[in-house]
Nanobody, 118 residues
Framework: QVTLVESGGDSVQAGGSLKLACVVS????????MAWFRQAPGKERERVAS????????RYIDSVKGRFTISRDFAKKTLYLQMNNLKPEDTAMYYC???????????WGQGTQVTVSS
């Protein structure tokens, strides 16, 4: 069983930065996919960034490339999302999630709210 607890969400002005953290409990293999998703009101959930727990296969959606960085601290069992140059369109609830296989994300955190004002 895997549990995820996110933190780090806040309200910031455009151009600001935030670093989200997701503490992972339970067994994690290097081949598991770890991802940050976000969902804004009235919009579909989208996968913002993902990586293998082994720190490879790092991917981003186009709208955050060059601004967001996904990383993990193996010893602390924590997944991060560093978000720079935030824009109002980044406003959403952000979730971390884990896929053990086939890109099916079965484990989810409770979410952390990011609000960016112009």
């Amino acid at each position: 069983q895997v549990t995820l607890v996110e933190s780090g969400g806040d309200s910031v002005q455009a151009g600001g930065s935030l670093k989200l953290a997701c503490v992972v409990s339970g067994g994690i293999a290097s081949t598991y996919s770890m991802a940050w998703f976000r969902q804004a009101p009235g919009k579909e959930r989208e996968r913002v960034a993902s990586m293998k727990w082994g720190a490879y296969n790092i991917r981003y959606i186009d709208s955050v490339k060059g601004r967001f960085t996904i990383s993990r601290d193996f010893a602390k069992k924590t997944l991060y999302l560093q978000m720079n140059n935030l824009k109002p369109e980044d406003t959403a609830m952000y979730y971390c999630a884990v896929s053990t296989s086939n890109d099916v994300y079965a484990y989810w955190g409770q979410g952390t709210q990011v609000t960016v004002s112009s």
